[in-house]
């Protein structure tokens, strides 16, 4: 039978491992942290907004979320909670990655932009 990681009643939407934690994002607008080797959830940010769709850095450390209100959340996952909130999608955001230290994030409305995390936080041009 399979380990189960139990902790919300709304859809887990999106999935993401950063480093030896898995990432969950759910429609109650939480994102949660397991150690999926014990099987427990070791650290949860509220957000506030149905969560879907997550994305990990590359060096392990910080996992970008979106949900419906559209805010892409960084959230480093040592210091814990969000480090920043990049505000700048009129429309539904649909997809995000990662190249390097640039967060990508794409919109319905045919919108790409590029996120350099590693300088504060401003809009894309």
């Given at each position: 039978p399979?380990?189960?990681?139990?902790?919300?009643?709304?859809?887990?939407?999106?999935?993401?491992?950063?480093?030896?934690r898995?990432?969950?994002?759910?429609?109650?607008?939480?994102?949660?942290?397991?150690?999926?080797?014990?099987?427990?959830?070791?650290?949860?940010?509220?957000?506030?907004?149905?969560?879907?769709?997550?994305a990990?850095?590359p060096?392990?450390?910080?996992?970008?979320?979106?949900?419906?209100?559209?805010?892409?959340?960084?959230?480093?996952?040592?210091?814990?909670?969000?480090?920043?909130?990049?505000?700048?999608?009129?429309?539904?955001?649909?997809?995000?990655?990662?190249?390097?230290?640039t967060?990508?994030s794409?919109?319905?409305?045919?919108?790409?932009?590029?996120?350099?995390?590693?300088?504060?936080?401003?809009?894309?041009?």
């Amino acid at each position: 039978p399979p380990r189960l990681l139990t902790g919300s009643a709304r859809a887990t939407e999106a999935l993401v491992f950063c480093g030896d934690r898995l990432v969950s994002a759910a429609a109650d607008g939480v994102l949660r942290v397991w150690d999926p080797a014990r099987g427990v959830e070791v650290a949860r940010t509220v957000v506030g907004s149905p969560l879907f769709h997550l994305a990990a850095a590359p060096r392990g450390d910080l996992v970008a979320s979106v949900g419906f209100d559209r805010t892409i959340r960084l959230h480093h996952l040592a210091a814990g909670g969000v480090t920043d909130a990049l505000s700048w999608h009129r429309a539904a955001v649909a997809g995000l990655t990662w190249a390097g230290t640039t967060l990508v994030s794409g919109d319905a409305d045919g919108q790409v932009a590029l996120w350099d995390v590693a300088a504060p936080a401003a809009a894309p041009p």
